[in-house]
């Protein structure tokens, strides 16, 4: 089981070899992506030096940023192969030959400009459109001792603003006025006397809208057919523009992207050169590398480095954390991460996580019609986000507003995913409670089987949640669930403590896991009204023997302070029975919004409608908390009741040097070992 929970085995290794290698070492290192580097011990540093950055380095820098300036200044156009350089030489040589820089740089400006100019139009227009009412022309207004404005007010508040702007010695000019949708659009001169601050707080206190009249001549009607032939003008003029840029595009965005791909790349090489220690005559690094890719790495240095060798060291300290699971709990390491990494040396809980929270999902929706309205959603979320094959919004707008605000796309299709296990369970359950949007269908099915000699129950459910004796057994078996996964973390625990050699906290965990069986003895028992006095039944000595044995060992390995933590044992036990809760909440809520959709359809027309929106909406609130509250009370239950007897977390992710290509080829032709995570 051990090898099972573990994250993928890590050794620190050491890398020597002969300096004219060094590039082919560091090529092969990036294009495998297998190899953490990390700096050197205090050891090798005493016999190697570090090299500074070169005149390349910074060479490849200059050139990877006028690249990135092309490639914004261009629009995208489909790269359908990948390319090959010989040498970076070569790559530089080609880049520096491009001779269209100042051809894009000039029609940029331009575009920057006619932009600009189709902005102000835009404005231009708006605006006199709302003030076409306006009989004269625009240049009347412009006068070299008044200020003009056009303005817009709610209707109500004009008067009181005129009267205010009137009252104060030498008022302003109300020119002309119009009515339009509840507001007052107005002409408004002020003169020079005016009190600036007198204006301001007439405009702040009655919400008025001023604007200064544009610097335009004519009547407005004219004016406004003169800008929206301006605007066309423009807009040609700017397709012409994208035009010419996308015929360069086309001719040079697959060089340019595999040039700034191969930039990038080799910076990355040329920047680890710092961290790599050297002589004259060669070097070495020290890095961590999962343990199944060491041969493959020694082949690909055998067939390009030769000489360039691999020692495997011991270390203390702890490896960074890949984890490596099945492919099909790989969507459950995201709930793992978001509580915390894994360190490199504990238990990796993904496939616990990955066995346990569909069960409880599909536990607490427990209804048929839920399940499947889920699992339908999930499946659309994935092929929708992931593939792209549909542009059907079955989802409601308000839904998918409020889904991007807390979600990334890629973050709901792994949620999605993660929803489609216990959507199934919840659909398997809810035939068995016999619960279809609440409504009991079984019993039609199972009436006609029981002809052909089946004795299938005649309500329909297997086990009926909201029945005394469904109700006993389901808070039964959650209260088992909460022992076994308790009873498990403290088991996971204890082999974490034996693996560190903690002898006291085995010896604490021990005493938790008799504590939490003593109370779940006595507990039983006393449900099942078994005399549990230890006088009277040896079955008792037993359960006080767990109870009090536990109780010493404990207060041993962590003291008083195990004392005052006593009731969180039964708590955590305790805390299981929420699945329960949470299923009956969901049931009797689908059971309330039937009860009042069947009797509304025996009443008027009007009540009827009222029904069918309260069965709709009713029904749609309750699978959104099916979506939500189940997710989150599951991983609650593993995370606070399950993770914290065994789990610290707090690991640092294995990040190996190397990234991948989407526009060029590999420099060699090596087997590339595939990642892990």
């Known amino acids: 089981m051990s090898t099972i929970l573990k994250p993928a085995p890590m050794t620190k290794i050491a890398v020597i070899g002969l300096k004219k290698y060094r590039p082919q070492v560091i090529s092969i290192l990036h294009e495998m992506n297998v190899i953490q580097l990390e700096p050197l011990s205090k050891e090798a540093e005493s016999y190697l030096t570090q090299e500074q950055e070169g005149e390349l380095h910074r060479q490849i820098s200059d050139q990877l940023l006028r690249i990135r300036g092309l490639l914004n200044s261009l629009p995208p156009s489909p790269v359908l192969a990948k390319?090959?350089?010989?040498?970076?030489?070569?790559?530089?040589?080609?880049?520096?030959?491009?001779?269209?820089?100042?051809?894009?740089?000039?029609l940029e400006r331009q575009k920057e400009d006619i932009l600009t100019e189709i902005k102000e139009t835009e404005n231009n227009i708006k605006l006199l459109e709302d003030f076409s009412f306006f009989p004269e022309d625009l240049k009347l207004l412009r006068l070299s001792f008044a200020r003009s404005y056009f303005g817009r007010i709610n209707s109500e508040k004009f008067p009181e603003f005129k009267k205010t702007l009137e009252s104060n010695g030498e008022g302003p000019?109300?020119?002309?006025?119009?009515?339009?949708?509840?507001?007052i659009y107005f002409v408004l001169v002020i003169p020079p006397n005016f009190p600036s601050n007198t204006l301001a707080s007439a405009v702040s206190l009655y919400s008025v809208h001023l604007e200064a009249v544009p610097k335009l001549?004519?009547?407005?009607?004219?004016?406004?057919?003169?800008?929206?032939?301006?605007?066309?003008?423009?807009?040609?003029?700017?397709?012409?523009?994208?035009?010419?840029?996308?015929?360069?595009?086309?001719?040079?965005?697959?060089?340019?992207?595999?040039?700034?791909?191969?930039?990038?790349?080799?910076?990355?090489?040329?920047?680890?050169?710092?961290?790599?220690?050297?002589?004259?005559?060669?070097?070495?690094?020290?890095?961590?590398?999962?343990?199944?890719?060491?041969?493959?790495?020694?082949?690909?240095?055998?067939?390009?480095?030769?000489g360039t060798i691999i020692y495997e060291l011991e270390s203390k300290e702890i490896p960074p954390t890949l984890l490596s699971n099945p492919k099909r709990f790989k969507v459950f390491e995201s709930f793992v991460r978001f509580y915390s990494l894994p360190s490199g040396n504990e238990f990796d809980p993904t496939l616990?996580?990955?066995?346990?929270?569909?069960?409880?999902?599909?536990?607490?929706?427990?209804?048929?019609?839920?399940?499947?309205?889920?699992?339908?959603?999930?499946?659309?979320?994935?092929?929708?986000?992931?593939?792209?094959?549909?542009?059907?919004?079955?989802?409601?707008k308000f839904l998918r507003n409020f889904a991007k605000t807390i979600l990334r796309p890629s973050q709901m299709v792994k949620l999605a995913k993660a929803m489609i296990p216990g959507c199934i369970i919840a659909i398997i359950l809810g035939f068995c409670?016999?619960?279809?949007?609440?409504?009991?269908?079984?019993?039609?099915?199972?009436?006609?089987?029981?002809?052909?000699?089946?004795?299938?129950?005649?309500?329909?459910?297997?086990?009926?949640?909201?029945?005394?004796?469904?109700?006993?057994?389901?808070?039964?078996?959650?209260?088992?669930?909460?022992?076994?996964?308790?009873?498990f973390g403290l088991v996971l625990g204890i082999l974490n403590s034996m693996r560190e050699r903690q002898i006291k906290h085995i010896i604490s965990k021990v005493g938790w896991l008799l504590f939490g069986w003593g109370i779940a003895m006595i507990g039983l028992a006393m449900i099942?009204?078994?005399?549990?006095?230890?006088?009277?039944?040896?079955?008792?000595?037993?359960?006080?023997?767990?109870?009090?044995?536990?109780?010493?060992?404990?207060?041993?390995?962590?003291?008083?302070?195990?004392?005052?933590?006593?009731?969180?044992?039964?708590?955590?036990?305790?805390?299981?029975?929420?699945?329960?809760?949470?299923?009956?909440?969901?049931?009797?809520?689908?059971?309330?919004?039937?009860?009042?959709?069947?009797?509304s359809l025996d009443s008027s027309i009007a009540l009827s409608i009222l029904g069918v929106m309260i069965f709709l909406i009713g029904h749609i609130f309750n699978i959104i908390i099916g979506v939500f509250e189940p997710g989150i009370q599951g991983a609650r239950l593993i995370y606070v009741e399950f993770f914290s007897k065994f789990y610290h977390g707090a690991g640092r992710p294995f990040k190996p040097f190397g990234s991948k290509r989407r526009f060029t080829k590999n420099e060699y032709e090596i087997e590339i070992a595939k990642k892990s995570n």
């Open 352 to 396: 616990i996580f990955g066995l346990i929270f569909p069960i409880f999902y599909g536990l607490m929706i427990g209804d048929v019609g839920y399940g499947l309205v889920i699992l339908i959603v999930s499946l659309w979320v994935i092929r929708r986000v992931q593939h792209r094959k549909y542009n059907l919004t079955i989802m409601p």
């Open 173 to 183: 000019i109300f020119i002309s006025s119009h009515e339009k949708d509840k507001l």
């Open 433 to 487: 409670f016999d619960l279809y949007f609440g409504f009991h269908l079984n019993g039609y099915l199972f009436s006609y089987l029981n002809n052909f000699g089946l004795n299938l129950p005649p309500d329909g459910a297997f086990l009926n949640p909201i029945g005394t004796f469904g109700l006993r057994k389901l808070l039964l078996f959650s209260g088992y669930v909460g022992l076994g996964m308790v009873s």
């Open 528 to 599: 099942n009204h078994v005399n549990i006095n230890p006088l009277q039944n040896i079955q008792g000595i037993g359960y006080f023997a767990l109870l009090f044995g536990g109780i010493g060992m404990m207060f041993y390995g962590e003291g008083v302070r195990a004392l005052m933590e006593l009731p969180s044992i039964i708590s955590h036990i305790l805390s299981y029975t929420r699945i329960v809760g949470i299923l009956l909440a969901s049931v009797i809520l689908a059971h309330v919004i039937d009860f009042i959709f069947l009797k």
């Open 83 to 106: 390319s090959k350089f010989s040498s970076i030489e070569e790559l530089i040589q080609n880049i520096e030959s491009i001779d269209f820089d100042k051809s894009i740089a000039s």
């Open 217 to 306: 001549e004519g009547k407005p009607a004219d004016i406004i057919h003169n800008q929206k032939n301006l605007y066309n003008n423009l807009n040609a003029k700017l397709k012409q523009i994208n035009s010419q840029l996308a015929d360069i595009s086309k001719s040079n965005y697959t060089f340019l992207k595999s040039a700034e791909e191969e930039l990038e790349i080799e910076n990355q090489k040329l920047g680890i050169i710092e961290e790599i220690g050297a002589t004259n005559d060669a070097f070495a690094f020290e890095g961590w590398i999962p343990r199944s890719k060491i041969d493959n790495v020694k082949t690909a240095f055998a067939r390009y480095s030769k």
